[in-house]
């Protein structure tokens, strides 16, 4: 069984930053899994934040986050970090850490990814 737990949501106002943390457990090796994140916020569809290939060289951003979010992964503590600063209220959402086979490439969109958290909530207040 897999598990991916995301941890280091909260509140925080416009300007600030916060630092979500993902761990995996069960029968998951990080290191062969691209890892994303997205975000949910009430009343629209999960959509594309950041990823990042197997090996860590390789990040993508949805434009909104480029220059203020940077997404990282330890694959010996099997672990994937999303940094984010400079947040704005339209950031507010709940945030999922998600993974696919690397073998897939890199997908930027929901689809395709096979193993998902449960979500932690970021509330970003102007």
């Known amino acids: 069984q897999v598990q991916l737990v995301e941890s280091g949501g909260g509140l925080v106002q416009a300007g600030g930053s916060l630092s979500l943390s993902c761990a995996a457990s069960?029968?998951?090796?990080?290191?062969?899994?691209?890892m994303g994140w997205f975000r949910q916020a009430p009343g629209k569809e999960r959509e594309f934040v950041a990823a990042?290939?197997?090996?860590?060289?390789?990040?993508y951003y949805e434009d909104s986050v480029k220059g203020r979010f940077s997404i990282s992964r330890d694959n010996a503590k099997n672990t994937v970090a999303l940094q984010m600063n400079r947040l704005k209220p339209e950031d507010t959402a709940v945030y999922y850490c998600?993974?696919?086979?690397?073998?897939?490439?890199?997908?930027?969109?929901?689809?395709?990814?096979?193993?998902w958290g449960q979500g932690t909530q970021v509330t970003v207040s102007s």
């Open positions: 069960g029968r998951f090796l990080m290191s062969s899994n691209t």
């Open positions: 990042i290939s197997w090996t860590g060289s390789n990040t």
């Open positions: 998600a993974g696919h086979n690397r073998l897939k490439g890199v997908l930027l969109t929901t689809g395709g990814y096979d193993y």
